[in-house]
Nanobody, 125 residues
């Protein structure tokens, strides 16, 4: 199971840190990702990190503002979000994939097997 936390209300330009904890197994060999969704739209890729932590991927919308990291020993993944914009408002989901994802699959939600419950991020003044 994945448990996401850290969402909330923040003003534009502010920061939030989302965390995702795995309660049932270690994350050491799995790709972890963050996605977000607003009502009426499809779930959107935000960021992902390979099991080693050496390869990280970001959507163009969040690149240079968000940072994904992981701690395999603690089975946690975090998403540090800086310079937040109103358009970042969404429910954020952490997900993991135990598949051997090739580069073209990293951003596809269908390639992630397990999902957390989501945490709401609202960016508003």
């Amino acid at each position: 199971q994945l448990q996401a936390s850290g969402g909330g209300l923040v003003q534009p330009g502010g920061s939030l840190r989302l965390s995702c904890a795995a309660s049932d197994r270690t994350l050491s060999r799995e790709t972890m990702g963050w996605f977000r969704q607003v009502p009426g739209k499809e779930r959107e890729f935000v960021a992902a990190i390979r099991w080693s932590g050496g390869s990280k991927y970001y959507s163009d919308a969040v690149k240079d503002r968000f940072t994904i990291s992981r701690n395999n020993a603690e089975s946690t993944v975090t998403l540090q979000m800086n310079s937040l914009k109103p358009e970042d408002t969404a429910v954020y989901y952490c997900a993991r994939s135990d598949l051997s994802l090739i580069l073209s699959e990293i951003r596809k939600s269908s390639r992630y097997n397990y999902w957390g419950q989501g945490t709401l991020v609202t960016v508003s003044s």
